[in-house]
């Protein structure tokens, strides 16, 4: 496998085609893409964002809590509406590792936002 895999954290660059409420400037997203795509120049992400506290009450966030290892300064959310493919060479740096089970929330959080299952 090369590249970016699952469950890792990178800052990623976002700068240049943002629109409306996209996440446009560089910032830190967790690869959710399995990596049996890892041979592909491209990697599914979802933004991470600083905890707010009205967090709380909403569904599209899932709360990433400041650990050893996962290189957040501060803890986070991961907003599973703004999931997006990127291409790698937006991916600049990585920064750390989600727990698997954190991953696998995260994932079940952007398959209910596209509404799956039914």
């Not at 707010?52 to 290892?69: C, M, T, W």
Request: hydrophobic share 45%.
């Amino acid at each position: 496998m090369t590249g970016p895999a699952r469950g890792e954290v990178w800052l990623c660059a976002f700068e240049k085609g943002a629109r409306g409420a996209e996440a446009a400037k560089t910032r830190p997203v967790v690869v959710i893409s399995i990596d049996a795509y890892a041979h592909l120049a491209v990697r599914i992400i979802v933004p991470i964002t600083r905890w707010q506290p009205d967090f709380e009450s909403r569904l599209n966030k899932v709360p990433i809590n400041r650990a050893p290892g996962n290189g957040l300064d501060h803890d986070s959310a991961d907003d599973v509406r703004q999931v997006r493919a990127v291409s790698t060479e937006r991916l600049k740096r990585k920064i750390g590792v989600l727990e698997a089970d954190l991953v696998e929330e995260i994932a079940a959080g952007v398959a209910v936002s596209v509404g799956f299952p039914p």
